[in-house]
């Protein structure tokens, strides 16, 4: 179930999704208090290349404004439908405590940082609970109703999304799988990861509009697609 509204352009432009479990919303310039916790612990950024700028308030601001100035930006922070009891240290942090001394926890961000490209970050304690499949079940049926489909010829089309994700990381890869996202091909030495070592294979996946053809699988065959934004951009001109 999702709630809608519309853009300036026009266009339906989802604010919230439910879930069972969670509610995703949109992400907004106030959240890097939330996010600070996700993108600063140690186990939820193994696997991405950019971390030390994000261990303070400042460098999650400046992540989140880099993010919010893309024009193909669609990504929602993750808070659990259930509050939490606020504890001492949850007040001295911060949190938005209610009237009932409860909080809703923000748990991970998921979404697309540049259409058609699709990421995703759980705090380290969250994982394994299939928070992260629901999330991602819910955001890719509500994302064709975003994304416009290329038959419409409107900009910013596309029908099929991707993911790259290093090929050692079981959770992300087994989580696409069970989100209907299917392997096309392994980037050799495609990213750089100096925390493992430095260059790194990725397993680039896509999953297609339900419906379509797979028109998208001969450009995931080269590493062309990781330059998306030019593209969303050119359309968009
Ligand atoms: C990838 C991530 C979102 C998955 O979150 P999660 O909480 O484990 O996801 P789920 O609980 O929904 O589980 C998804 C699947 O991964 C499996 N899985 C989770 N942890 C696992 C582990 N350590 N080893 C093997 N499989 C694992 C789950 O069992 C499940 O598959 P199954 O239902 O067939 O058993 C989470 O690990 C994460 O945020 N990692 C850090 C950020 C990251 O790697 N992002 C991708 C960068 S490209």
Redesign the pocket.
């Given at each position: 179930m999702s709630s809608d509204s519309m853009s300036p352009a026009g266009k339906q432009f989802t604010q919230v999704i439910y879930t069972e479990r969670l509610i995703l919303r949109r992400l907004c310039a106030t959240d890097a208090e939330y996010l600070l916790p996700i993108l600063s612990n140690p186990d939820?950024m193994?696997?991405?290349n950019d971390t030390v700028r994000r261990r303070t308030i400042q460098g999650t601001q400046e992540w989140i404004d880099e993010r919010l100035a893309r024009p193909g930006l669609d990504t929602f922070l993750v808070e659990l439908l259930s509050t939490t009891q606020a504890t001492t240290t949850d007040h001295q942090a911060g949190k938005d405590v209610n009237q009932e001394g409860s909080f809703r926890e923000v748990i991970?961000v998921i979404g697309s940082p540049d259409i058609p490209r699709i990421?995703?970050?759980?705090h380290a304690k969250?994982?394994?609970?299939?928070?992260?499949?629901?999330a991602l079940k819910a955001y890719m049926n509500s994302y064709w109703n975003r994304v416009p489909p290329v038959s419409s010829g409107e900009s910013g089309s596309f029908d099929f999304a991707c993911?790259?994700?290093?090929v050692d990381?079981?959770?992300?890869r087994?989580?696409l799988e069970?989100c209907g996202f299917s392997l096309q091909r392994i980037g050799k030495e495609s990213y750089d990861n100096p925390s493992k070592g430095g260059l790194r294979d990725d397993a680039v996946y896509a999953i297609f509009r339900p419906g379509t053809h797979e028109d998208g699988a001969s450009l995931l065959a080269t590493d062309e697609w990781k330059d998306m934004s030019v593209r969303v951009t050119t359309r968009t001109g």
């Amino acid at each position: 179930m999702s709630s809608d509204s519309m853009s300036p352009a026009g266009k339906q432009f989802t604010q919230v999704i439910y879930t069972e479990r969670l509610i995703l919303r949109r992400l907004c310039a106030t959240d890097a208090e939330y996010l600070l916790p996700i993108l600063s612990n140690p186990d939820s950024m193994q696997w991405l290349n950019d971390t030390v700028r994000r261990r303070t308030i400042q460098g999650t601001q400046e992540w989140i404004d880099e993010r919010l100035a893309r024009p193909g930006l669609d990504t929602f922070l993750v808070e659990l439908l259930s509050t939490t009891q606020a504890t001492t240290t949850d007040h001295q942090a911060g949190k938005d405590v209610n009237q009932e001394g409860s909080f809703r926890e923000v748990i991970g961000v998921i979404g697309s940082p540049d259409i058609p490209r699709i990421g995703y970050i759980f705090h380290a304690k969250y994982f394994g609970k299939g928070y992260a499949t629901e999330a991602l079940k819910a955001y890719m049926n509500s994302y064709w109703n975003r994304v416009p489909p290329v038959s419409s010829g409107e900009s910013g089309s596309f029908d099929f999304a991707c993911a790259a994700t290093d090929v050692d990381n079981t959770p992300s890869r087994r989580l696409l799988e069970k989100c209907g996202f299917s392997l096309q091909r392994i980037g050799k030495e495609s990213y750089d990861n100096p925390s493992k070592g430095g260059l790194r294979d990725d397993a680039v996946y896509a999953i297609f509009r339900p419906g379509t053809h797979e028109d998208g699988a001969s450009l995931l065959a080269t590493d062309e697609w990781k330059d998306m934004s030019v593209r969303v951009t050119t359309r968009t001109g």
